[in-house]
């Protein structure tokens, strides 16, 4: 199961964004044609964080997938997938939780 995210990608002060239109946006790491755009990424580029998010959202839904923790994460009017490892270092986040998420941008897929 992939992230899809419907937009475009523009240029902005020396920055490519690619933007869904409705407040989501997304700095690339690659140089990309501007137009209508749809990217694509896994559950596992993603991850949650305290800060320095790329976006932020709300955790829906929090499932137990054996050494996994799967989320759904609403943001904006986007359900996105992120997968994370369990472990014990680490507590799993809570449902009804704002959370930051980081986007590792070398493995977005650009289509369109």
């Known amino acids: 199961m992939a992230n899809v995210i419907e937009g475009g990608i523009s240029r902005e002060n020396n920055e490519i964004l690619f933007q869904d239109g409705e407040g989501l946006k997304i700095s690339m790491a690659k140089d990309q044609d501007e137009g209508r755009r749809t990217i694509i990424f896994r559950p596992q ?41 369990y472990g014990k270092d680490r507590s799993p986040t809570e449902v009804g939780a704002e959370v930051e998420l980081k986007l590792d941008k070398d493995y977005i897929l650009v289509m369109g």
């Open 45 to 85: 580029n993603v991850a949650l964080c305290k800060q320095g998010g790329d976006f932020q959202g709300v955790v829906k839904l929090r499932e137990f997938l054996g050494n996994i923790v799967r989320y759904e994460i609403l943001v904006g009017n986007k359900h996105l997938i992120v997968d994370e490892v």
